[in-house]
């Protein structure tokens, strides 16, 4: 049993059988889950991990148990700890997806739970298997893992999926990282403390287009309103690093533009279409390593 709670966990040999078995699986319906079940735990919104994950499952042949809404709908709305909610869950299933709004809250369900818990995003902490699937859309677009440069643009303080992308990152050789934001949405220390001890080159910077112009990857981020108190401040910071069309077209060939979505104008819809816009199929790619994830802990 094997809990999913950050990218630190991880080494570059897990992620390469993690890669290995999603490519192996592109396609396929298999048996290979028959009986297993999956309970998915969601306390805060979400479209593709949840449904991602649910669909993985069925194309293993196994099956979904599912609170979309748990927040409103279980019993926590009781007074129900999560500790005593996951002792439960862990009698009807043999893995748990959770989302919570709260750090802390995944570490806690860990703590106390005989299946695997997997981080389907804890508040502003982390989204470990967003940055899987986002590194294997790097892997599958660009064809390396190592010697490339990431730009994370615009929401890096608030937005989980880039923080884990940013940990991950730091296992792999010759990353160059640049981290387009103004001071009020800055990675955060402990990002940059991590990467600093690993000796990663990382720089800080509010050019988008330069930027945009000398990366392989360039990582666009949604301003989260639900995590900006002040609505003042959201207003005046969303605005800030649109990509457009004539932005995206300075991008060098071969690179790539991803985003773990939803979106909420960031991106405009006529980048769509750009050889470099592949945050569609990175969605798609999300399946693939959820399913990959889910055999390897389950098969
Ligand atoms: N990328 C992502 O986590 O999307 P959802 O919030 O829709 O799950």
Known sequence: ?????????????????????????????????????MASLFFAPSTRTRLSFESAMYRLGGHVISMENASESSSSTKGETIEDTIRIVDNYADVIVLRHPEVGMLARAAAVSEVSVINGGDGIGQHPTQA????YTIFREIGRTDDFHIAFV???????????????????????????????????????????????????TDDLVGAMREADVVYQTRIAEEWIPDHDQYEKLRG?????????????????????????GEITPEVDDSPHAVYFKQAEYGVLVRMALLKLLLG
Not at 175 to 182: A, E, R
Not at 240 to 264: C, F, N, T, W
């Open 240 to 264: 800030k690093y649109v990509i457009d069309r004539a932005l995206v077209d300075q991008m060098k060939e071969g690179s790539i533009l991803i985003h773990p979505l939803p979106r909420a």
């Open 132 to 135: 899987f699937l986002d590194l």
């Open 1 to 37: 049993m094997q809990h999913i709670l950050e990218t630190q966990q991880f080494d570059r040999e897990a992620l390469n059988s993690l890669f290995q078995v999603a490519t192996s699986l592109e396609g396929k319906r298999t048996k290979d889950l028959d009986g297993k079940i």
């Open 154 to 204: 615009g929401n890096l303080a608030y937005y989980r999926a880039a923080r884990s992308l940013a940990y991950l990152l730091g296992k792999y050789n010759n990353v160059k990282m640049t981290f387009v934001s103004g001071p009020e949405l800055a990675m955060k220390d402990d990002v940059k403390e991590y990467l600093k001890e690993r000796g990663v080159q990382f720089t800080e």
